[in-house]
């Protein structure tokens, strides 16, 4: 019988909240043509220039999430994998990959050969496919086949924005918070953006938030002035992806709007862009605008449902 491993991967982060440390990830990250598709020659100089200034920028909010364990993206990766190692049993190693930073995905991809592994599912938590995101982790795989002679088997999940199973657990994750909390006067759906070209190149990134958010609001019984989808954490001068979740929320403070319930459906694992950028920076420019209250759902993280839901993922292919 072929022994079967799993690799799950997600982006990655900086080792340390340092300026330093920064630097050395987001040059890893934002060299990936899969990313920044600019021409090299002209990236090259707007590149050094971001490394020159970024990294002290972002230093403190990296700072203002850090744990004892680390990132909070590898801290709930690290439980992701040993929750879904105990979902799936001792016979089917789980790894843990990162596309930039540690560890590194050829790294775990090394350590599942090492136990013997014969066939690989690669699952990267992202449940909506992107080349920037999915496509890229792909192409480190290939990466790392280029280099070996002997290849195990391997099976790529691309997507799961549709997984009945993942859409309870986030169903779930918001009918705990309305439990608990109380239910606000609207929800947001905020993913993460991507420039609009890609998506006019055929990226169906897009067309996959749309689909799970309209599921998502069905699956809570939803009307459509009861919640709205937005994207977050565009950067340059080029049109992202509409509307922008920074905008939408002040608009809804100007409105009068009082209160705002705020979920990342693109995140499997919390991190700088939902713990600092939406419970922080965006509740402030909700309140500053007129609103009262924001509170962020948090991601689906390592809870039992989300584990499950991965195990149903990966035992579907």
Not at 9 to 20: Q, V
């Amino acid at each position: 019988m072929i022994k079967t491993g799993v690799l799950i991967t997600n982006l990655g982060t900086p080792d340390a909240p340092t300026p330093k440390a920064i630097r050395r990830y987001l040059r890893e990250f934002l060299s990936d043509q899969r990313v920044v598709d600019a021409p090299r020659w002209l990236w090259f100089f707007v590149l050094k220039i971001i490394l020159l200034i970024r990294p002290r920028k972002v230093a403190s909010a990296y700072q203002s999430v850090w744990t004892e364990q680390g990132s909070p993206l590898l801290a709930i990766s690290r439980q992701q994998q040993q929750a879904l190692q105990q979902a799936l049993g001792e016979q089917t190693p789980v790894a843990l990959g990162m596309r930039y930073g540690n560890p590194s995905i050829a790294s775990a991809l090394d350590e599942l050969v090492a136990q013997g592994v014969e066939q690989v599912i690669v699952l990267p938590l992202y449940p909506q496919y992107s080349a920037t995101t999915t496509a890229s982790t792909f192409d480190a795989i290939a990466a790392w086949t280029a280099k070996q002679r002997q290849l195990p088997q391997l099976k790529f999940i691309r997507d799961y924005h549709q997984h009945p199973a993942w859409l309870e657990a986030l169903a779930n994750a918001v009918r705990e918070h309305w439990q608990q909390q109380g239910r606000a006067d609207r929800l947001l759906m905020s993913f993460h953006g991507i420039p609009q070209r890609y998506c006019d190149l055929g990226d169906p990134y897009y067309q996959q938030c749309v689909a799970g958010a309209e599921l998502l609001a069905t699956q809570l019984g939803l009307q459509p002035e009861q919640w709205s989808l937005s994207f977050q954490s565009r950067v340059g001068r080029e049109p992202w992806l509409q509307p922008y979740t920074d905008d939408t929320l002040k608009a809804w403070g100007r409105e009068g709007l009082e209160s705002v319930d705020v979920i990342c459906p693109g995140f499997s694992a919390d991190c700088l862009e939902t713990l600092e950028e939406i419970s922080e920076e965006n509740a402030e420019y909700f309140t500053e605008a007129g609103g009262q209250t924001l509170r962020y759902i948090p991601a689906l993280n390592s809870r039992n449902d989300h584990i499950q839901a991965l195990k149903a993922v990966i035992e579907s292919i």
